[in-house]
């Protein structure tokens, strides 16, 4: 870590110079705290460590420094969902992407040699010489998919009367094409109108009423509602 200290203090005097800025007392400990910090954060928890670090700076300044050295290259800046933004101290030799959850906010970090060979590969035949660049995959994370899923059942198990809305459909291309011609896409409002030992079962989809093989209804994956 101190070998790499040197290599970013040069680069960044050279930055503040051309940008005609200072490097005050302040701004220096924020960033020589950033430069050695691993993984994620937000500014909220970087004060925070700021302060039991004995900072003794404005808020204005930290805000102010981490804009700075988001322009300059030095921090990435990983957007969540809604204010849940973080950022990530750049380090050359260690460049890496996100996966975001926009459930829970976890950031995932992951390198991919293909992907990044593709985006260098894209960047020689535009004759563009890239000098730092981000990719953050918005989604839903393992734990969160499993917690979703937890409340999600098939038509068939559904109570009488009890309304529902559908989630996806599942089976063979032929069933699920049948079933979205009947009108169970996602969203559609669904509920069990009475159920028969023997022959299809009575079902309201939308504003209609249908009769439907229960084995169909397997198919049809709903929540509660």
């Not at 030799?93 to 970090?109: K, M, P, R, S, Y």
Request: with cysteine.
């Amino acid at each position: 870590m101190n070998s790499q200290k040197p290599l970013y203090e040069k680069r960044l005097n050279a930055y503040l110079r051309e940008q005609k800025g200072r490097m005050t007392e302040p701004r220096q400990q924020i960033i020589r705290m950033l430069a050695t910090r691993d993984g994620h954060f937000s500014i909220e928890t970087f004060l925070l460590e700021l302060k039991q670090a004995g900072f003794r700076g404005s808020r204005a300044t930290v805000y102010s420094s981490i804009k700075m050295l988001v322009e300059a290259g030095f921090l990435q800046r990983i957007p969540g969902i809604g204010r849940n933004v973080q950022y990530e101290w750049v380090r050359e030799a260690e460049h890496h992407d996100h996966l975001v959850c926009t459930t829970c906010g976890q950031t995932i970090t992951f390198l991919n040699e293909k992907l990044e060979s593709i985006q260098q590969h894209i960047c020689d035949q535009h004759g563009f010489k890239a000098t730092q660049h981000s990719l953050t995959i918005y989604g839903q994370c393992n734990s969160c998919q499993q917690t979703a899923d937890a409340y999600i059942i098939s038509l068939r198990d559904a109570s009488e009367h009890k309304p529902c809305t559908v989630v996806r459909l599942e089976g063979s291309i032929a069933n699920r094409n049948r079933l979205r011609h009947l009108g169970f896409v996602r969203g559609a409002d669904v509920e069990i109108i009475k159920q028969q030992r023997h022959g299809p079962w009575v079902v309201r989809l939308q504003q209609a009423q249908l009769a439907i093989d229960p084995k169909l209804l397997e198919l049809i994956k709903v929540e509660v509602t």
